[in-house]
T-cell receptor, first 108, second 116 residues
Framework: AQRVTQPEKLLSVFKGAPVELKCNYSYSGSPELFWYVQYSRQRLQLLLRHISRESIKGFTADLNKGETSFHLKKPFAQEEDSAMYYCALGGSNYKLTFGKGTLLTVNP | SAVISQKPSRDICQRGTSLTIQCQVD?????MFWYRQQPGQSLTLIATANQGSEATYESGFVIDKFPISRPNLTFSTLTVSNMSPEDSSIYLCSVGGGKGANTEAFFGQGTRLTVV
């Protein structure tokens, strides 16, 4: 069965500090991993996906199949990064399994 | 990207009644889904809305409780039937497989339902 684990419900850092949001997954096939973000009063939107190996808003995430992890990282957090972050596991059918989410607060 | 309009954005309903939520997409999409996000919880997939046929429900969700329609490639409805306070959640429409899209799924803004 597919499962996504985000161990931290809340994460608080100061502006300029590095941030890492953890995500581990369980999947028997070849996974497609995503990070979605939900800013206050906005809809859920895609932040990045492992296939494209891109950096969005300074965030990166590397798929580690050995550790079954897809942690989200940013070297210098900004206040506007404060949001709810969801790790998601999916496939080509656009159906997603979500983790419980991590609420990131970046303090000034 | 697909632009999704969900209506209503919020509602307060009496227990025992039903509410129908609409999801309209600005372009044709292959896949449409309905998710539920209970307070303090993650998003859970309710069902896949299939165009012209019965929806495909995930474990724990049944058609009698959550009837779904999808008459065409741009529109779907989810009904929450015979509501109880436990149905208080945010319900989200998601779509994928639009023109030029890859594996990205897009989400509506959600419908916040409170059952009293």
């Amino acid at each position: 069965a597919q499962r996504v684990t985000q161990p931290e419900k809340l994460l608080s850092v100061f502006k300029g500090a590095p941030v890492e949001l953890k995500c581990n997954y369980s999947y028997s096939g070849s996974p497609e991993l995503f990070w979605y973000v939900q800013y206050s009063r906005q809809r859920l939107q895609l932040l990045l996906r492992h296939i494209s190996r891109e950096s969005i808003k300074g965030f990166t995430a590397d798929l580690n199949k050995g550790e079954t992890s897809f942690h989200l990282k940013k070297p210098f957090a900004q206040e506007e990064d404060s949001a709810m972050y969801y790790c998601a596991l999916g496939g080509s059918n656009y159906k997603l399994t979500f983790g419980k989410g991590t609420l990131l607060t970046v303090n000034p | 990207s697909a632009v999704i309009s969900q209506k209503p954005s919020r509602d307060i309903c009496q227990r025992g009644t039903s509410l129908t939520i609409q999801c309209q997409v600005d372009s044709q999409v292959t896949m449409m889904f309905w998710y539920r996000q209970q307070p303090g919880q993650s998003l859970t997939l309710i069902a896949t809305a299939n165009q012209g046929s019965e929806a495909t429900y995930e474990s724990g969700f049944v058609i009698d409780k959550f009837p779904i329609s999808r008459p065409n490639l741009t529109f779907s409805t989810l009904t929450v039937s015979n509501m109880s306070p436990e149905d208080s959640s945010i319900y989200l429409c998601s779509v994928g497989g639009g023109k030029g899209a890859n594996t990205e799924a897009f989400f509506g803004q959600g419908t916040r339902l409170t059952v009293v």
